[in-house]
């Protein structure tokens, strides 16, 4: 079982956001960058898969696109026990549209001619939720989106494939079977995430962590859709906001509730 | 301008995020008539409903196979009508099983889905968050195939069926769905796509519950509810303080219940429940769009976060910014002492 996990850093969810000076993009210049939540239940499940596979040659490999510092979130993946990486480097993701990155994974995955891929359901950061759906039909491949639990069936057999189980809006689910080779893209919760160990970390470096060049994948493409500007979001209502010291703070918003709201 | 939205329907009904869709639709055609698409195997029970809404004509898309949604007869079906009536825009409820295949579809077409939108500004172009709602971004297409948009829920207001819009005279849905068209009533059209059965590729059970749910948020009055903020599953006892010197229920944002700490029962949000209380207090929560459209029924909503721009004060009536460490505590406090 050979299983590719598409993964995407994006700036630490408690990062402070700021609007870059030409009002088009964020100021990227003091964050911090994590790997994307969805894409480490991604990850995680990937490597249950492994290991509950009789497949002794069965094989988890993370990949991503971006500019160097996205290594850093690779060799975590590493550290996980992932078996190897594979890093397309590219500066111009933000001109590319959610097509364009897909271009580009897709051009590094066909050769791997992998059993499984998978992705998280979305980023964190642009919130698209579709590289995962796009790869799947630029590599002809079955999908499924919001994939809480993977299990394959009949593994090492012809007859191998997977069934998955799926969340619908609600709290209701369902179970989905798809053919091998396939495309999963992963909601978060699924799993326990696991840390990695200083093992893991050790061994992590001397993995392989193959480079691929974004100008070599001969994926480029013009956008179709661009981002044209960012901005901070109009607020809906006014809140009233009550200041002080917590215990004030506190007793105006008890008496605001009760005199005010009326919902005390 | 020739504007399409694809409707969804659930237990035999159009749902309301398609006519928020259609609304949506209308928007953007400013007047030129928009089609509605119904897909399934006998879309017959449905004309009638989509032909009250704000839509021009009304396209049934049937075939066996349709019968039950899969991602690769919707992208067979949509891509066969698309390619044979050609539209600039094609507008859809953001819905779960939209994003399961319309970016497949706009992939078909070289185009680029553009998701989640919030609102349509001239030229057109569209509206929609990032970083969990804590930004807009204004996105345009230069595509020169149809455009694909879908739109979130509750974003668009969807126009009372029965008085129509204010772009569209109300039509009487017509009797007979495989006439033509005729004065005053709506043109009904059916569309029948190739697929065979080899070309759906997944098979789904029919949906499920996990366990059966034993805790009824959306009748609750007062609701607790709590978020990442909380940082540690051994913090969660000055929320339970909380909750009980306030009588009310406890629940969480996605994270929480991720984490397990708190069951599944109690989340709240587009994967959880959907809660209308009188108080819904959100600590911690910063208010990605998931968790808000759980709340927007609320009739007073309370915010404690650190940090001032996140989203869920956006929709807050009354806010505290601060460590919650320091101030739910205090809140409990503050309530006993107005009890006694």
């Given at each position: 079982l050979k299983i590719i996990v598409a993964i995407k850093q994006v700036p630490e969810r408690d990062a402070p956001i700021r609007i870059d000076a030409a009002g088009k993009w964020i100021d990227e210049s003091d964050l911090q960058w994590a790997l994307?939540?969805?894409?480490?239940?991604?990850?995680?499940?990937?490597?249950?898969?492994?290991?509950?596979?009789?497949?002794?040659?069965?094989?988890?490999?993370?990949?991503?696109?971006?500019?160097?510092?996205?290594?850093?979130?690779?060799?975590?993946?590493?550290?996980?026990?992932?078996?190897?990486?594979?890093?397309i480097v590219a500066d111009d993701l933000a001109s590319r549209d959610a097509l364009g990155v897909a271009r580009l994974l897709a051009a590094a995955i066909a050769p791997e001619k992998p059993d499984l891929i998978l992705t998280g359901l979305q980023s964190e950061d642009l919130?698209?939720?579709?590289?995962?759906?796009?790869?799947?039909?630029?590599?002809?491949?079955p999908h499924a989106s919001l994939i809480l639990q993977v299990e394959v069936v009949a593994d090492g057999n012809p007859q191998a494939h997977?069934?998955?189980?799926?969340?619908?809006e609600e709290g209701w689910f369902q179970t989905i079977d798809l053919p091998l080779p396939a495309l999963l893209t992963i909601q978060s919760g699924g799993n326990k995430l696991r840390y990695a160990?200083?093992?893991?970390?050790?061994?992590?470096?001397?993995?392989?962590?193959?480079?691929?060049?974004?100008?070599?994948?001969?994926?480029?493409?013009?956008?179709v859709v661009t981002l044209a500007s960012v901005s901070l979001p109009h607020k809906q209502k006014s809140t009233q906001i009550l200041t002080g010291s917590p215990a004030e703070a506190a007793t105006a918003l008890v008496e605001k509730l009760k005199t005010e709201a009326r919902v005390l | 301008m020739s504007?399409?939205?694809?409707?969804?329907?659930?237990?035999?009904?159009?749902?309301?995020?398609?006519?928020?869709?259609?609304?949506?639709?209308?928007?953007?055609?400013?007047?030129?008539?928009?089609?509605?698409?119904?897909?399934?195997?006998?879309?017959?029970?449905?004309?009638?409903?989509?032909?009250a809404g704000p839509v021009a004509r009304v396209l049934r898309v049937e075939h066996p196979l349709l019968a039950a949604y899969s991602s690769d007869g919707y992208v067979i079906?949509?891509?066969?009508?698309?390619?044979?009536?050609?539209?600039?825009?094609?507008?859809?409820?953001?819905?779960?099983?939209?994003?399961?295949?319309?970016?497949?579809?706009?992939?078909?077409?070289?185009?680029?889905?553009?998701?989640?939108?919030?609102?349509?500004?001239?030229?057109?172009?569209?509206?929609?968050?990032?970083?969990?709602?804590?930004?807009?971004?204004?996105?345009?297409?230069?595509?020169?195939?149809?455009?694909?948009?879908?739109?979130?829920?509750?974003?668009?207001?969807?126009?009372?069926?029965?008085?129509?819009?204010?772009?569209?005279?109300?039509?009487?849905?017509?009797?007979?769905?495989?006439?033509?068209?005729?004065?005053?009533?709506?043109?009904?059209?059916?569309f029948t796509p190739t697929i065979a059965p080899s070309d759906i590729r997944t098979t789904a059970s029919e949906p499920f519950r996990a366990t059966s749910q034993t805790v009824d948020l959306s009748s609750a009055q007062l609701i607790v509810s709590v978020g990442r903020g909380i940082k540690d599953a051994a913090n969660m006892p000055i929320i339970q303080q909380l909750a009980e010197a306030l009588g009310a229920e406890l629940a969480a944002s996605r994270p929480i219940c991720d984490s397990g700490w708190l069951p599944m029962e109690r989340q709240v949000g587009s994967s959880g429940q959907t809660v209308a209380p009188k108080l819904y207090l959100a600590i911690g929560i910063s208010g990605a769009i998931q968790h808000l459209v759980g709340i927007k029924g609320s009739q007073c909503i309370v915010a404690i976060n650190k940090d001032s721009n996140a989203p869920i004060f956006e929709i807050a009536d009354y806010g505290i910014i601060g460590d919650l460490f320091e101030i739910v505590p205090a809140l409990t406090a503050a309530i006993n002492a107005a009890k006694s």
């Open positions: 994307n939540e969805s894409d480490a239940y991604a990850l995680e499940e990937a490597l249950l898969l492994k290991e509950k596979s009789a497949d002794p040659a069965s094989e988890v490999i993370v990949l991503s696109a971006g500019p160097e510092r996205v290594g850093v979130t690779l060799r975590e993946g590493l550290a996980k026990s992932a078996d190897r990486a594979i890093h919130g698209l939720g579709q590289t995962g759906v796009i790869l799947a039909e630029l590599l002809g491949l997977i069934r998955a189980k799926r969340e619908l160990t200083l093992m893991g970390i050790k061994r992590a470096k001397m993995k392989e962590c193959r480079i691929l060049r974004a100008a070599d994948l001969a994926a480029t493409s013009a956008p | 504007v399409f939205v694809v409707l969804e329907v659930r237990n035999g009904k159009i749902t309301r995020s398609s006519w928020e869709a259609a609304a949506a639709a209308a928007t953007l055609a400013n007047g030129a008539p928009v089609t509605a698409v119904l897909l399934g195997a006998n879309t017959e029970p449905l004309a009638a409903q989509a032909a079906a949509l891509h066969q009508l698309f390619q044979k009536e050609s539209p600039t825009h094609v507008v859809l409820p953001h819905t779960y099983q939209v994003r399961d295949f319309a970016s497949r579809l706009a992939t078909r077409f070289g185009q680029v889905l553009i998701s989640d939108v919030i609102a349509l500004e001239p030229g057109p172009t569209f509206v929609r968050q990032l970083f969990q709602g804590r930004m807009n971004a204004i996105y345009q297409s230069a595509g020169v195939g149809p455009c694909f948009v879908s739109v979130q829920a509750g974003a668009f207001r969807a126009a009372p069926l029965s008085q129509g819009t204010t772009s569209f005279v109300p039509k009487m849905p017509q009797e007979d769905p495989g006439a033509s068209a005729t004065e005053g009533s709506i043109p009904i059209e059916f």
